[in-house]
C-alpha cells in the first residue's frame, strides 16, 4: 500500500477544523436520534452543519480514540511495509486489555508484524493491542510522547473539548480521555481527507500475516496469511439487516461508560456526507443491529432523501447586468460569479433564492477583468448559507469618438454661439480687410498717374 507525508492535507484539515460551518440546519423526523446523546451531521460538499445535538458536551470516546491513533500512523511517512516486532514490554499492556474484556486484533508479543497489519488491526476489529504497539512504535517505547502528539494533532484540528489519555480509548473520562460530537467530526474529517485511512476504513476484512507465533494458517487462508480480522461496520457488510450502499468506513467505540458510538462517512450521487454519533443507547433492536447503527440509519436516510447540494449559482452564466458607457463593443457588462455556489437544499423544493447586491449601479469604460462590482448571497428558507464575490470577466475599452462626444454634448449650445460669432466676426474681419485692400489700390493708383491737361513744355 502506498503511503506518504500528506502535509499538504494536514494544512488543510486544519483550516477545515477551524473554520466555522454553515449555521443553516433542519430537523430529523422525530424520534431518529432519540437514542443517542450526541450528534453532528454535517454535509461536506456545501461546508453545512445538518443537525446537531449536545455536539459540544464532553464524554468518553470509546474506541472512536483509534481515529487519532491511525491518523498519526499514516502521517508520520513510515512505510507501512516496515517490520515491527511487538517488544515484551507490550505484555502488561495486553494483560490489562484482556482483563476488561477489550476487543484485540489477536497480536502476540513477540512476533514481527508490519505497521500496514497494525493499522488494520486497529481499525477493523477495534483492536486495542494494535493500538497500543502503534503508540510504542511512534512514541518509541514512551506512551507519554505519544499521547503529547495526539493531543497536539487534536489541537491543530481545532479539538477545544478532547484529551487522550491513552492510545486506544479504554480510559474514561476520570482518567482523562473525553471528546465531542464536533470534535470527533474534526477528527473524522481528517482522516476522511486521507486516501490510506479511507482506503482501510471501507475494507470489510483483512489476512493477517504468518509470523514466528502465529503459524498456522486457517482455512481459505491466502499464501502467507494465518487469520482473518473483520470490520465492526456492520453498514457495509451486505448480509448485515442494516447495511447501507452509501455507507464509507469509518468507526465504532463502546464502553459502559462512553454507550454505542460510530462516526461514519457516507457517498451518494457524488455528494460525501460525515456522520458523529456518541451515547447511544446499549442493547440491540429486534434485528440484531446496536442503537449506534440504528440512529446512523435513520438520519442518513432522511438526509440523503431529503437534502441535497444544489448550484446556486455557476462561474458561467452572469448573475447580473450594469450599463456601460463609452465602449463601442458593448452598453452593458455582466457579472459573474467569482466561485460555483454549491448549498444543502431540501429536494424538489422552492427554498432556494439568490440575492444580488452591486457596489454601483453603472459603469463606464474602461472596465478591467476580474473588478469585484458586489456579492451574490444563497438564501434557504430566508437563511443565509452561502455568497460569493461578483466579478467582470473581459476587458471593455473606451471609445474616444463615445466619450469626447458625452463630453462635449453639454456644451454644444454654447459652441454653435460661439461658432456662429466667431463666423460673424472672420466675415467682418474680411470684409474690413477688403475694404482697406481697395482704398490701398485706389491712393496707389492716384500717385503713379499723370495730370490729365499737363503739357509738356519747349525751352
Not at 227 to 234: A, C
Not at 380 to 391: A, D, H, K, P, Q
Amino acid at each position: 500500500m502506498k503511503t506518504r507525508l500528506l502535509c499538504a492535507v494536514m494544512l488543510l484539515a486544519l483550516a477545515i477544523g477551524l473554520a466555522t460551518p454553515a449555521a443553516a440546519q433542519w430537523d430529523p423526523p422525530q424520534g431518529a436520534a432519540d437514542k443517542a446523546q450526541a450528534v453532528y451531521l454535517y454535509q461536506l460538499d456545501t461546508e453545512t452543519l445538518v443537525y446537531a445535538k449536545n455536539e459540544e458536551e464532553q464524554r468518553a470516546p470509546a474506541s472512536l480514540t483509534k481515529l487519532m491513533t491511525a491518523l498519526l500512523l499514516v502521517e508520520s511517512g513510515q512505510p507501512l511495509d516496515t517490520a515491527f516486532t511487538i517488544p515484551q514490554d507490550l505484555q502488561p499492556e495486553f494483560n490489562e486489555i484482556l482483563a476488561n474484556y477489550g476487543t484485540r486484533a489477536g497480536l502476540l508479543c513477540g512476533e514481527t508484524v508490519t505497521l500496514e497489519d497494525l493499522l488494520y488491526g486497529c481499525l477493523l476489529p477495534s483492536g486495542n493491542d494494535a493500538a497500543s504497539a502503534i503508540a510504542w512504535y511512534l512514541g518509541n517505547g514512551d506512551e507519554a510522547a505519544f499521547l503529547e502528539q495526539m493531543n497536539q494533532r487534536a489541537a491543530e484540528l481545532g479539538c477545544t473539548g478532547t484529551h487522550f489519555s491513552c492510545p486506544h480509548g479504554l480510559d474514561g473520562i476520570e482518567q482523562g480521555t473525553y471528546s465531542t460530537a464536533q470534535d470527533m467530526f474534526r477528527i473524522a474529517r481528517a482522516c476522511m481527507e486521507n486516501e490510506t485511512l479511507m482506503e482501510v476504513m471501507c475494507s470489510t476484512d483483512y489476512w493477517m500475516p504468518l509470523t514466528e507465533l502465529h503459524t498456522q494458517a486457517d482455512a481459505g487462508a491466502p499464501e502467507g496469511k494465518s487469520y482473518q480480522i473483520r470490520s465492526t461496520v456492520v453498514m457495509q457488510n451486505p448480509d448485515s439487516p442494516l447495511y447501507r450502499d452509501y455507507i464509507r468506513g469509518m468507526k465504532t467505540g463502546f464502553t459502559d461508560e462512553a454507550g454505542r458510538c460510530f462516526v461514519s462517512g457516507a457517498q451518494q450521487g457524488g455528494a460525501s456526507w460525515l456522520l458523529v454519533v456518541m451515547g447511544a443507547q446499549d442493547g440491540l433492536a429486534e434485528d440484531g443491529v446496536n442503537y449506534a447503527f440504528h440512529t446512523t440509519a435513520n438520519l442518513y436516510d432522511w438526509a440523503l432523501e431529503s437534502l441535497a447540494p444544489t448550484a446556486a449559482v455557476n462561474t458561467e452564466t452572469p448573475a447580473a447586468q450594469l450599463p456601460l458607457r463609452w465602449c463601442a463593443e458593448s452598453d452593458t457588462v455582466g457579472l459573474y460569479a467569482k466561485d460555483p455556489l454549491v448549498v444543502l437544499a431540501e429536494t424538489g423544493s422552492s427554498s432556494l433564492e439568490t440575492r444580488v447586491e452591486t457596489t454601483v449601479d453603472s459603469l463606464d469604460a474602461p472596465v478591467q477583468a476580474g473588478q469585484v462590482l458586489g456579492r451574490l448571497t444563497a438564501l434557504v428558507n430566508g437563511e443565509t448559507v452561502g455568497s460569493t464575490e461578483l466579478v467582470t470577466l473581459g476587458n471593455y475599452e473606451r471609445s474616444f469618438w463615445l466619450y469626447a462626444g458625452d463630453i462635449l454634448r453639454p456644451w454644444l449650445p454654447l459652441l454653435a454661439v460661439l461658432g456662429c460669432v466667431l463666423l460673424i466676426g472672420l466675415a467682418l474681419l474680411v470684409r474690413m480687410l477688403s475694404r482697406r485692400a481697395a482704398v490701398r489700390r485706389r491712393r496707389k493708383a492716384i500717385r503713379v498717374a499723370p495730370p490729365r491737361n499737363s503739357q509738356p513744355q519747349n525751352k
